[in-house]
């Protein structure tokens, strides 16, 4: 039997209509999700990246500005002191850790922040190991008293004023050029003379070398002690002379020589 004529393209039509329709399958969207949660994943990672760098660049620009002021600080308060002080050195074994003390003496305003006590006699640029492993470097501003007490029992028997500027320092070491040798030393002995230059070896948490600054040190006027001359008691001027004696008879005038005789 013959089709009605248009039939094969009304049923073209009503399939193309019905495909048209239709909605995406469960595999397509599985295929949808899984490219959208990749493409998250992408992008929250770099973000997680950028926000990491962005930390660690802070990080590594707050560790140097605060060696860099460190630093400074050293640096001014060192090459700026007075002829008369003496630079003193110590260290105490905290079991293979050591903690070292740095001593400034006869300097009252080094490392003096504000208005400092009028009876500073002793300023130490300490380097103390902390719990956590890491040291701290610490001032510490010493009276009379407690400087005699230092130099009776030890530091370990002050409680004095404490003023930290850095933490969690993984390097922190001091050494001390000898002019006899040319040579750095890691001690200074306490009968030595004071040394030209000191360097400083710093590093903090997080940093991969240590940073090496050499500071100049004024050379220390030595006060000589002199005997005292003898009184000269034939000089009138001489204040250490003693008094004259009124009734002494007058010094005699010392013997003239007659002139050489001239022959024409």
Not at 63 to 82: D, G, I, M, S, T
Not at 106 to 123: H, L, S, Y
Not at 186 to 192: E, P, R, S, V
Request: some cysteine; proline content about 11%; hydrophobic content about 40%.
């Amino acid at each position: 039997m013959n089709s009605a004529p248009g039939s094969f393209f009304s049923l073209s039509r009503r399939s193309a209509l019905r495909g048209r329709g239709r909605g995406f399958t469960l595999l397509e969207l599985s295929v949808s999700i899984a490219v959208l949660g990749i493409l998250a994943i992408g992008i929250f990672s770099v973000s997680s990246g950028s926000l990491r760098l962005i930390d660690e660049v802070r990080d590594f620009q707050d560790r140097e500005a605060r060696k860099r002021r460190f630093v400074e600080l050293c640096r001014q308060n060192f090459e700026n002191l007075p002829s008369g002080a003496r630079v003193e050195f110590d260290y105490k074994d905290r079991g293979g850790h050591y903690d070292t003390f740095l001593s400034l003496r006869d300097a009252p305003a080094a490392f003096g922040f504000g208005a400092m006590p009028p009876d500073i006699r002793r300023v130490i640029l300490a380097s103390e190991v902390e719990p956590s492993g890491f040291a701290r470097a610490a001032l510490y501003f010493l009276n009379a008293e407690e400087e005699r007490r230092l130099d009776r029992e030890g530091f370990d028997a002050l409680n004095p004023r404490r003023v930290i500027l850095l933490r969690r320092l993984k390097t922190i070491t001091w050494r001390f050029f000898d002019q006899n040798s040319q040579q750095w030393r890691d001690i200074l002995d306490k009968n030595a003379p004071q040394p030209p230059m000191l360097e400083l070896t710093l590093a903090m948490d997080g940093d991969a070398e240590p940073v090496r600054s050499v500071f100049w040190l004024p050379i220390r006027q030595q006060t000589r002690v002199t005997a005292p001359r003898a009184p000269d008691p034939n000089d009138p001027n001489d204040p250490n002379a003693p008094p004259a004696d009124p009734n002494a008879p007058p010094p005699s005038a010392p013997p003239v020589e007659p002139a050489p005789e001239t022959r024409p």
